[in-house]
């Protein structure tokens, strides 16, 4: 993967170097393509998959404008967090571009729903995440965080966060042919009893960690920042979709300033 620079308004757009007839896929809600386990951008036919983890390492730094080239269909997963990408981003370096910076302030609740999960946006002076995870397992119960991104927080609170798994679930998509790269580098992995990566956790609660940094990436896909206050009960990439998509469904709900 090369991430180059881009002029002001381009906005985050992939490009599949490792095709012959390269297609441009901006990172925008209407190209999602699928959501299952990460997420997917698409334009007529061509897909770029995984993208969620750079997203959201983009919009904690405020990159707005970006060509990422990648050889291959998916972005490279380094070690499941964003920090890897960071890394690269800072030391490339960014710079301030000649045009007022656009955003899309939320002006009333919006709210989706599903099978008990839920996930909504309120107006509020700034972007805050909170979120709560609740899960059968000893090692993660219940789990909530709220962060607010204001001060440069993301890269010590949320971007180390990896991303994790369970291992019969690595043990099945592995049977599909899938998460062939999987492995304790690049993930979280718990069995019934805990977690098996010999050097534990980043964070006592980086799993709600990482679902933040998640839903940084999805709300990445408006296409433009966002100030709102987003608060989610065991949502995900999917739901998270929904979210953004009923807002821009709702013309009375934001204003871009
Ligand atoms: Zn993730």
């Not at 925008?28 to 969620?52: H, P």
């Not at 301030?96 to 996930?119: C, D, F, Y």
């Not at 960690?209 to 966002?226: E, V």
Request: glycine residues 8%.
């Amino acid at each position: 993967m090369k991430i180059w620079p881009a002029p002001p308004d381009h906005g985050i757009v992939f490009v599949r170097t490792d095709l012959k007839r390269p297609e441009l896929i901006p990172a925008r809600c209407e190209n999602i393509r699928s959501t299952q386990n990460a997420s997917t951008l698409g334009v007529n036919g061509t897909r770029v998959g995984t993208v969620e983890h750079l997203l959201a390492a983009f919009y904690g730094l405020q990159i707005d404008n970006a060509v990422v080239e990648v050889q291959g269909p998916e972005i490279p997963i380094m070690d499941g967090s964003a920090e890897p990408f960071v890394q690269m981003l800072y030391a490339a370096g960014a710079e301030r571009q000649s045009r007022p910076r656009r955003k899309l302030v939320v002006t009333r609740p919006v709210r989706v729903e599903e099978n008990g999960k839920w996930a909504e946006l309120m107006p509020s002076d700034r972007l805050r995440i909170r979120f709560t995870i609740s899960f059968d397992h000893p090692a993660i119960k219940d789990q909530t965080l709220e962060v607010e991104f204001s001060n440069g927080n993301f890269r010590e609170e949320i971007s180390r966060a990896r991303t994790f798994g369970f291992l019969h679930e690595v043990e099945t998509l592995k049977a599909h042919g899938l998460a062939k790269g999987g492995s304790l580098e690049n993930a979280v992995i718990l069995d019934a009893q805990g977690v098996i990566n010999p050097e534990g956790l980043r964070f006592p609660d980086e799993f709600v960690r990482h679902k933040i940094l998640d839903t940084l990436g999805d709300l990445m896909l408006i296409g433009l920042p966002i100030q709102g206050a987003y608060r989610g009960y065991k949502s995900g990439h999917s739901l998270n979709l929904k979210l953004v998509q009923a807002l821009l469904a709702d013309h009375a709900a934001y204003d871009i300033l």
